[in-house]
């Protein structure tokens, strides 16, 4: 109720989580340090940016003074959950140098994406109606209100794979750098995934209803874009990192630039 609104000022918001089943590593070497590992991960990440009109508007319609406003609607974001089966394989090379890799396969649970790129809203207070209007591309591997609990059951139905690779060197003056690619990789979600690409037109509101405006508002854009559906193939992307540490050591100090 408090936030700014006018400036269309974006938030973005993530969800990320990274929970390990079982996990097994193995030292067949301590003088190379050689080791291998298997591992069985349920991960999530999401990220979304929205503006500050959209949180406003479903508290309170009437908390904006214009009659007519345009793409106060618009947002861009995802959200994706899948199982990671993995095998590392790591080894000190030399007393310096040190390389490691991991290679997954991908088991995808929930995918769903949403742009809105065009939408707007028109209020008419003398008439006590509200029109809205939103145009976009909605994908998702399933539908909102037939969420099955077996698709959380690891079953490759939507595959993918993954490769992490990692080295380290020790240098001769005491510093140290590691280098690491993290989760480069893929989904393939199932063809009886959906894709939604929506224009409502204009969804008339009548405040004289006893359900409120703010209900009423987001039960007609949920089924006027739920309606209209196809079946669809698709490719995601996991969201993958590159970082490299640098460090040091100072007396009983070790400091790290880490980018």
């Known amino acids: 109720r408090d936030i700014t609104i006018g400036d269309n000022k974006l938030n973005n918001i993530t969800l990320n989580s990274n929970n390990y089943v079982a996990m097994l590593r ?3 070497s301590v003088k190379k340090y050689n080791e291998i590992g298997l591992s069985w991960q349920i991960r999530n990440d999401g ?3 929205v503006n500050n009109e959209i949180f406003a508007v479903f508290d309170d319609y009437r908390i904006f003074n214009s009659s007519s406003l345009q793409d106060i609607f618009n947002l861009n974001g995802y959200n994706q959950s899948y199982h990671q089966f993995s095998f590392t394989y790591r080894q000190n090379y030399t ?6 890799a991991k290679l997954s396969l991908l088991s ?3 995918y769903t994406s949403l742009k809105v790129g065009q939408s707007e809203i028109n209020l008419d207070e003398s008439a ?3 029109d809205v209007s939103v145009r976009g591309t909605l994908r998702s591997n399933f539908k909102f209100d037939n969420f099955q609990k077996e698709m959380v059951n690891p079953n490759f139905k939507n595959p993918g794979l993954s490769i992490t690779a990692g080295t380290s060197y020790k240098l001769r003056d005491g510093w140290f750098v590691l280098g690491n690619l993290k989760d480069i990789g893929f989904i393939k979600w199932s063809k009886d995934s959906y894709e939604y690409n929506f ?4 969804i008339f509101i009548d405040n004289a209803s006893n359900q409120s405006a703010d209900n009423r508002l987001a039960d007609s854009l949920d089924k006027n874009i739920s309606s209209i559906s196809v079946n669809k193939s698709y490719v995601s992307a996991l969201n993958g990192k590159a970082e490299i540490l640098i460090n ?3 007396g009983n100090y070790r400091p790290n630039l880490i980018l």
């Open 128 to 130: 006590d109606v509200i």
């Open 199 to 202: 224009n409502t037109g204009k």
């Open 248 to 250: 040091k050591d100072f």
């Open 108 to 110: 995808g649970i929930s």
């Open 47 to 49: 990220r979304v940016k």
């Open 26 to 28: 193995m030292l067949k």
């Open 95 to 100: 007393k310096r140098l040190a390389i490691g």
